[in-house]
C-alpha cells in the first residue's frame, strides 16, 4: 500500500534523528571516521528497511518529498518553540570556566580534556591553563573562549 | 513604493553564564535529558537481547511446534515472523498420514495471501484450489517425510493459518508478522 511507504519514510526519518540524537554529539567541526561510520551504516541499514521491496521511481520520490517535508516541519518546530529545539539539538553545555572542570557535562557526554584541548588548538589557544571557558554546542563543535590578557 | 525589510528590535534574552557570557545553558534540562538517555540506553539494551531471543521472530523463542493428536502431523513454524524476510514452515508427515502411497495436505488460504508463500517443497502432484485454501498431493515412499512452505509474509499483522492432512484432525495456529 502507498500509504505504508509514506509511514515508512516518516519513521525512518524520525529514527534516526531519535538515535544520533541518543548517540551523543561528537566534537570537531568536521566528520572524523567514526561519525562517517555512524551515519553511513545506520543510515544504510535504515535504507533496506524504508525501501522494502518497492523500489521504483515514484516510491522514492514520494519518500524523498516525504523526508524533505518531516525535516521542514521539525525545522519549523525548532525555530517556533524554544522546547523543541532543546530536545531536537540540545542546549550548550559548559565544559570548564575559570580553571574549573565541569566532570558531570565531561563524563555524561562522553568527552576528555583532550577533546577540549583539540578545539582549543585550532582557536589558537596553547595551553588549558590560558582557556576561560569552553562550551559544547548543540552541533558538536567545543568553543573556547580564551582568558583575556591582563593590561601591562 | 520602497520595499523596506520587517525588522524587530534585538533582545539580548539568551541565558548568561556567570552574568558574562550569553551561552544558553540549560542544565536542568540537560540532566533530565541525561536520565532520558540512559533509560533509552537500556531500553535499547532490551530490544537487543529481545531479538536474540527470538521475540522478533528468527530466533530460539520464534519457534513453534503443534502436533495431532494421532501424531499424523508436526507442524514447526515460527510464531513471530518478519515482513518481507523469508521463513519455513515444516510438515512432517508420520505413517498415520500417508493413504495408498500418497498424502493430502490441505492449506488455508491465509498461508498463500497472507503468509506469502512463495515455493513448496517437494512439488505435489496435484494441487487444487478450493473456496477457503488449497489441497496438494504428494508421492509418499517412506515417513517421516518432510514437506516444506517457504513463506515470505508480504505485510504485518495477527495471521491465523490452518493446515490439515487427510485422515487426521486440523493444526490452527497463528503468526504475529512484524513490520
Given at each position: 500500500?502507498?500509504?505504508?511507504?509514506?509511514?515508512?519514510a516518516?519513521?525512518?526519518?524520525?529514527?534516526?534523528?531519535?538515535?544520533?540524537?541518543?548517540?551523543?554529539?561528537r566534537?570537531?567541526?568536521?566528520?572524523?571516521?567514526?561519525?562517517?561510520?555512524?551515519?553511513?551504516?545506520?543510515?544504510?541499514?535504515?535504507l533496506?528497511?524504508?525501501?522494502?521491496?518497492?523500489?521504483?521511481?515514484?516510491?522514492?520520490?514520494?519518500?524523498?518529498?516525504t523526508?524533505?517535508?518531516?525535516?521542514?516541519?521539525?525545522?519549523?518546530?525548532?525555530a517556533?518553540?524554544?522546547?523543541?529545539?532543546?530536545?531536537?539539538?540540545?542546549?550548550?553545555?559548559?565544559?570548564?570556566?575559570?580553571?574549573?572542570?565541569?566532570?558531570?557535562?565531561?563524563?555524561?557526554?562522553?568527552?576528555?580534556?583532550?577533546?577540549?584541548?583539540?578545539?582549543?588548538?585550532?582557536?589558537?589557544?596553547?595551553?588549558?591553563?590560558?582557556?576561560?571557558?569552553?562550551?559544547?554546542?548543540?552541533?558538536?563543535?567545543?568553543?573556547?573562549?580564551?582568558?583575556?590578557?591582563?593590561?601591562? | 513604493?520602497?520595499?523596506?525589510?520587517?525588522?524587530?528590535?534585538?533582545?539580548?534574552?539568551?541565558?548568561?553564564?556567570?552574568?558574562?557570557?550569553?551561552?544558553?545553558?540549560?542544565?536542568?534540562?540537560?540532566?533530565?535529558?541525561?536520565?532520558?538517555?540512559?533509560?533509552?540506553?537500556?531500553?535499547f539494551?532490551?530490544?537487543?537481547?529481545?531479538?536474540?531471543?527470538?521475540?522478533?521472530?528468527?530466533?530460539?523463542?520464534?519457534?513453534?511446534?503443534?502436533?495431532?493428536?494421532?501424531?499424523?502431523?508436526?507442524?514447526?513454524?515460527?510464531?513471530?515472523?518478519?515482513?518481507?524476510?523469508?521463513?519455513?514452515?515444516?510438515?512432517?508427515?508420520?505413517?498415520?498420514?500417508i493413504?495408498?502411497?500418497?498424502?493430502?495436505?490441505?492449506?488455508?488460504?491465509?498461508?498463500?495471501?497472507?503468509?506469502?508463500?512463495?515455493?513448496?517443497?517437494?512439488?505435489?502432484?496435484?494441487?487444487?484450489?478450493?473456496?477457503?485454501?488449497?489441497?496438494?498431493?504428494?508421492?509418499?515412499?517412506?515417513?517421516?517425510?518432510?514437506?516444506?512452505?517457504?513463506?515470505?509474509?508480504?505485510?504485518?499483522?495477527?495471521?491465523?493459518?490452518?493446515?490439515?492432512?487427510?485422515?487426521?484432525?486440523?493444526?490452527?495456529?497463528?503468526?504475529?508478522?512484524?513490520?
Amino acid at each position: 500500500m502507498a500509504m505504508f511507504t509514506i509511514i515508512r519514510a516518516v519513521f525512518g526519518y524520525l529514527l534516526l534523528i531519535f538515535v544520533l540524537r541518543i548517540s551523543g554529539r561528537r566534537p570537531g567541526k568536521q566528520l572524523s571516521p567514526f561519525d562517517y561510520v555512524i551515519v553511513f551504516y545506520i543510515g544504510g541499514i535504515t535504507l533496506t528497511g524504508i525501501v522494502g521491496p518497492e523500489a521504483s521511481l515514484t516510491n522514492a520520490f514520494c519518500q524523498i518529498m516525504t523526508v524533505a517535508m518531516c525535516h521542514c516541519c521539525l525545522a519549523w518546530l525548532r525555530a517556533r518553540y524554544a522546547w523543541a529545539s532543546r530536545v531536537i539539538d540540545g542546549t550548550p553545555l559548559v565544559l570548564m570556566s575559570n580553571g574549573q572542570w565541569r566532570t558531570q557535562s565531561l563524563s555524561n557526554m562522553r568527552l576528555q580534556d583532550d577533546d577540549v584541548m583539540d578545539s582549543a588548538r585550532s582557536f589558537g589557544t596553547r595551553n588549558l591553563a590560558s582557556i576561560r571557558m569552553a562550551v559544547l554546542e548543540p552541533v558538536g563543535e567545543i568553543t573556547i573562549i580564551p582568558r583575556e590578557e591582563r593590561s601591562k | 513604493m520602497s520595499a523596506s525589510p520587517i525588522t524587530k528590535r534585538v533582545q539580548d534574552d539568551v541565558p548568561r553564564y556567570n552574568d558574562e557570557v550569553a551561552v544558553g545553558e540549560d542544565l536542568e534540562f540537560q540532566r533530565r535529558w541525561w536520565k532520558f538517555e540512559n533509560a533509552v540506553w537500556i531500553l535499547f539494551g532490551i530490544i537487543i537481547v529481545c531479538d536474540v531471543l527470538g521475540v522478533f521472530g528468527r530466533g530460539w523463542l520464534a519457534r513453534a511446534k503443534a502436533t495431532t493428536r494421532d501424531h499424523a502431523v508436526v507442524l514447526s513454524y515460527e510464531r513471530m515472523e518478519r515482513a518481507f524476510t523469508p521463513a519455513i514452515l515444516d510438515l512432517e508427515i508420520g505413517q498415520n498420514a500417508i493413504r495408498n502411497g500418497q498424502v493430502t495436505v490441505y492449506v488455508s488460504g491465509s498461508v498463500v495471501k497472507e503468509l506469502g508463500a512463495a515455493r513448496i517443497s517437494p512439488q505435489p502432484m496435484t494441487s487444487t484450489i478450493g473456496s477457503s485454501g488449497y489441497t496438494y498431493v504428494f508421492p509418499v515412499t517412506s515417513s517421516p517425510g518432510t514437506i516444506q512452505i517457504a513463506l515470505s509474509p508480504p505485510s504485518a499483522g495477527l495471521r491465523h493459518f490452518r493446515v490439515q492432512v487427510a485422515g487426521s484432525e486440523p493444526i490452527d495456529a497463528s503468526v504475529l508478522v512484524f513490520p
